[in-house]
């Protein structure tokens, strides 16, 4: 243990994981190559979770969070609880183009 690159293990319990898993790791493909394409889906679904956020940032401001952007009727409060960044009602989202509501949500 005495090379510095080596992870000190000691007092970790036999079989307890270095590190968890990324979920889906899609860095590496199965061939040990660089995964561009899924590294570039996964910015893109961060970028878009963050343009989410700062709508609904912007919607507190303006105190329209939680109306739908489309009718002005309240969102569900279970739509909210699963996507606090919604914007639409259950009944505008497939008129905007949103992917449906969950069953029982929206
Ligand atoms: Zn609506």
Do not use: N
Request: proline share 11%; aromatic share 2%; with cysteine.
């Amino acid at each position: 243990m005495d090379d510095p690159r080596e992870p000190d293990t000691a007092g970790i319990p036999e079989g307890t994981p270095a590190a968890p898993e990324p979920a889906g790791d899609r860095t590496h493909g199965t061939d040990g190559t660089f995964d561009l394409d899924g590294v570039a889906a996964d910015i893109d679904a961060i970028e878009a979770l963050l343009d989410g956020v700062d709508r609904a940032l912007s919607r507190i401001d303006a105190a329209t969070y939680g109306r739908c952007g489309t009718c002005g009727g309240p969102i569900e409060d279970a739509a909210l609880a699963e996507d606090p960044t919604r914007e639409h009602c259950g009944g505008c989202r497939p008129l905007v183009g949103a992917p449906p509501s969950a069953p029982g949500v929206g």
